[in-house]
Structures are given as structure tokens and as C-alpha cells.
T-cell receptor, first 108, second 119 residues
Framework: RKEVEQDPGPFNVPEGATVAFNCTYS??????FFWYRQDCRKEPKLLMS???SGNEDGRFTAQLNRASQYISLLIRDSKLSDSATYLC?????????FGQGTTLQVKP | GAVVSQHPSRVICKSGTSVKIECRSL??????MFWYRQFPKKSLMLMAT?????????EQGVEKDKFLINHASLTLSTLTVTSAHPEDSSFYIC???????????????FGPGTRLTVT
């Protein structure tokens, strides 16, 4: 079993749609959780940290369920510029563990 | 702030040669630097963690004699791919953290990556 699992997609959605990505992690001792965005052939960039209470940053909302070891990212009112791969990242054993990423394509 | 640079951004080399990739933290002191490798459509895989002035810690399955890491100062780490083979062709990304040791509790700042092609 992978330490961090994501549905690779791709998710193809029209502009303005709401889309949700899910991620599960296997190490119950993990303490820190993040969503990164990676554009094609570029380095990953931190999108947002994920807190137990849930957090929101503009059109993006992240949720953490420690009991189910589950993390989610919700994107509202999708823009063409949101097209990218979204990486679920977990702190495990003192290092960052990356999921495979979920690819989002927002169509006009 | 928190900018990390990598050089070169792209490199093509012949099989059997060695390639050195530099990773620099431009506006902060990086006590810990990380080297990742990413194959197409795959996740980033941590290769090794290096702390300034000490030997790098390699992940299981990563050959330390093939991937030489040097972290000589708080702003520079280098990865040398020795005797490169076509299967070493990949996207190599470094990141830097101001935390000592643990890479997961403090934000990591990523370099733009180096695309290596071995012919």
C-alpha cells in the first residue's frame, strides 16, 4: 500500500465548476499535511497547509479527517488557470511523502 | 523571500559521464536540503536528505556512490550523478528548509528542477 494515495484522474471540468480531490495516508503518526500544486515540467509549489479544523483560502478549502486518515481539497468556481496536478503531501517519519498527484483540466 | 535556485535547468550528457547539479538558497540559510527525483507521471521520490557539514542520509534503494551529495555551506548543496546511464534520465528537484533534521515540520522551498537526459 502506498503511504499517500490519490486518484490520478484526470478530472476534466468546465470553468466555474466545483471539484473535490481526496487523499488517504497510511501513517497515523503523521503530523503535518499539505496540498501542493505542480504545473507541467515545473517544481511543486505549496498551495496550502491542511489543519485539523479545516481551512480556507479564497476558492480553496482543505479538510483533514485524522480518524479516517483522509485529506480533501475543494476548488470552487474553477478557473482555466487552475489546470495543474495537485499533490497531497504528508509529513511522515520526518520527511515529506508525496502522493502521485491528481490532474485537473479546466475547460472553457 | 525563500527562493531556491538550481543550476543547470536542463542538461544532456552522454552515458558514462558525470553531471553536477547545484542547489542554492538565495535569501535564507538552509540547514537542511533535500534531493528528489521525479519520473514522468510519477510522484516526487525523496533520494536523500543533507544537513550542512554532515554526510547525507540516503533513502532505501538510492546508491550513495552513484548520487554524491555535498552540502558544504548553508546556502549550497550539490548532487553529482556519476557514470550516468539513460535510466538516470529524470527531473531532479531540490528543496531547502530552515529546520534542522526534520523535513516535515517546516516548509520546504523547492528549486525549479533540473531535467537530465542521458543519451
Amino acid at each position: 500500500r502506498k503511504e499517500v494515495e490519490q486518484d490520478p484522474g484526470p478530472f476534466n471540468v468546465p470553468e466555474g465548476a466545483t471539484v473535490a480531490f481526496n487523499c488517504t495516508y497510511s501513517n497515523s503518526a503523521s503530523q503535518s499535511f499539505f496540498w501542493y500544486r505542480q504545473d507541467c515540467r515545473k517544481e511543486p509549489k505549496l498551495l496550502m497547509s491542511v489543519y485539523s479544523s479545516g481551512n480556507e483560502d479564497g476558492r480553496f478549502t482543505a479538510q483533514l479527517n485524522r480518524a479516517s486518515q483522509y485529506i480533501s481539497l475543494l476548488i470552487r468556481d474553477s478557473k482555466l488557470s487552475d489546470s495543474a496536478t495537485y499533490l497531497c503531501v504528508v509529513n511522515g517519519r520526518g520527511k515529506l511523502i508525496f502522493g502521485q498527484g491528481t490532474t485537473l483540466q479546466v475547460k472553457p | 523571500g525563500a527562493v531556491v535556485s538550481q543550476h543547470p535547468s536542463r542538461v544532456i550528457c552522454k552515458s558514462g559521464t558525470s553531471v553536477k547539479i547545484e542547489c542554492r538558497s538565495l535569501d535564507f540559510q538552509a540547514t537542511t536540503m533535500f534531493w528528489y527525483r521525479q519520473f514522468p507521471k510519477k510522484s516526487l521520490m525523496l533520494m536523500a536528505t543533507s544537513n550542512e557539514g554532515s554526510k547525507a542520509t540516503y533513502e532505501q534503494g538510492v546508491e550513495k556512490d552513484k548520487f554524491l551529495i555535498n552540502h558544504a555551506s548553508l546556502t549550497l548543496s550539490t548532487l553529482t550523478v556519476t557514470s550516468a546511464h539513460p535510466e538516470d534520465s529524470s527531473f531532479y528537484i531540490c528543496s531547502a528548509s530552515q529546520a534542522s533534521g526534520s523535513g516535515g515540520n517546516y516548509e520546504q522551498y523547492f528549486g525549479p528542477g533540473t531535467r537530465l537526459t542521458v543519451t
